[in-house]
Structure formats: C-alpha cells, structure tokens
Antibody
Framework: EVQLVESGGGLVQPGGSLRLSCAAS????????MNWVRQAPGKGLEWISY????????YYADSVKGRFTISRDNAENSLYLQMNSLRADDTAVYYC?????????????WGRGTLVTVSS | EIVLTQSPATLSLSPGERATLSCRAS??????LGWYQQKPGQPPRLLIY???NRATGIPARFSGSGSGTDFTLTISSLEPEDFAVYYC??????????FGQGTRLEIK
C-alpha cells in the first residue's frame, strides 16, 4: 500500500526556519505531481504549493510566495518544503498530497500531516 | 481566484436521514469539482471527482451533482461514520487551487 509520511514539524520562533519532508513508499512517486496543503487549528484547508512530477513546474499560494520553497527528490521518493521567515499565522498541520488525473486533477492520497507551531 | 462557498456551515441531522450539502463557485469550474471528507485527527479523503464520480471505495450512498457554478453532495442515508467535515475543491483555474470553507455535518 502506498503511503505518504510527513516529518519535520515542531515549535519554531517567529522569523525562524523549518524543513518539512514527505516520504512516499512504493516505486511510483516520480510519476505524480505533489502538493502541500495546510490546515490551521480549527480551520479549513489551504493549498500552499505544487510541484510537477519532474520538478520543472512549481507554484505557490500568495501567502507563502517568497518564503517557502518546494522541492522533490524522485530518487529518494521524497518531497520537501523549506519554510523561512515563519510567522504565527503559518501555524498549522501541513499535509503532503498526491495528485491524480481522473478526468481532471484531484488529491487522491494524503499523509497524516505534521504540526508546525510558530510561537515565541 | 475562484472562491468556493459552501452551505450550510453546519448541518445537524440524524442517522438514516438524507444530507444535502452545497458548493457554489464564483465562476464556472465546468464539471471539475471534487468533494472531500475529513474526520477529526485524520487527513481529508477524496469522495467525489469531476462533480459526480465516486472515488475508489466510496459507498454508493454518496453522490455528487452539478456543473458550472452550483454543485451538490448528497448522502442518501446517513451512517454514524458519515458525521464529519466536507470540503469542495477546484483546480481548473489555478493557481491557486482552492477549497470551500467546509460544511460540518453533525449528529442531531
């Protein structure tokens, strides 16, 4: 069974940095585009970043553009999110999510998330 | 940016009843809308894609309809495990990919 497992969350001070990882089991990781989606405590889902299967296309939400960097290592079946200049409103559970093209593009596989808390 | 507005914010029903959840888009997304279910402490799960197609393993009591700007998720007869938060999502006009704010389906 294919799984996504996030890691790297924790408590960080405002202005600090953190690097999240998402490890994918199975040998098909390189075929899929991947995303990061976050959820602030008690709030809804917010898409924050996309990377194509090859890594050649990358997009960000305005809320994180210039501060966060998405990347992937297909040889290691891993997705990353480098987060810099963190703010209190970045506090959230961060999910990695795989996209599939079933007619159009949807998130068919999610990790369980990793909690990032930005606080002094 | 396409804004998805879900209604109602909270829906209180009893097991066995029919649930009807709405998602309205600020501009047409054609039929390219997904629905997700999220239970406490769990990640979202894809229920419906392309407005009306059930994802793998999703029970037949879940159905979706609509096109353009108005969409509906219907649960024909609520089971205890269906009480959760439901989100709609679009990716036709992106970035950004957007989600609705969610509808909480609670036990009456």
């Amino acid at each position: 069974e294919v799984q996504l497992v996030e890691s790297g969350g924790g408590l960080v001070q405002p202005g600090g940095s953190l690097r999240l990882s998402c490890a994918a089991s199975g040998s098909t990781f390189s075929r899929y585009s991947m995303n990061w989606v976050r959820q602030a405590p008690g709030k809804g889902l917010e898409w924050i970043s996309y990377i194509s299967s090859s890594g050649s296309d990358i997009y960000y939400a305005d809320s994180v553009k210039g501060r966060f960097t998405i990347s992937r290592d297909n040889a290691e079946n891993s997705l990353y999110l480098q987060m810099n200049s963190l703010r209190a409103d970045d506090t959230a559970v961060y999910y990695c999510a795989r996209e599939v093209n079933w007619g159009y593009w949807y998130f068919d596989l999610w990790g369980r998330g990793t909690l990032v808390t930005v606080s002094s | 940016e396409i804004v998805l507005t879900q209604s109602p914010a909270t829906l209180s029903l009893s097991p066995g009843e029919r649930a009807t959840l709405s998602c309205r888009a600020s501009q047409s997304v054609r039929s390219y809308l997904g629905w997700y279910q999220q239970k406490p402490g769990q990640p979202p799960r894809l229920l419906i894609y392309d407005a009306s197609n059930r994802a793998t393993g999703i029970p037949a009591r879940f159905s979706g309809s609509g096109s353009g700007t108005d969409f509906t998720l219907t649960i024909s007869s609520l089971e205890p495990e269906d009480f959760a938060v439901y989100y709609c999502q679009q990716r036709i006009n992106w970035p950004p990919i957007t989600f609705g704010q969610g509808t909480r389906l609670e036990i009456k």
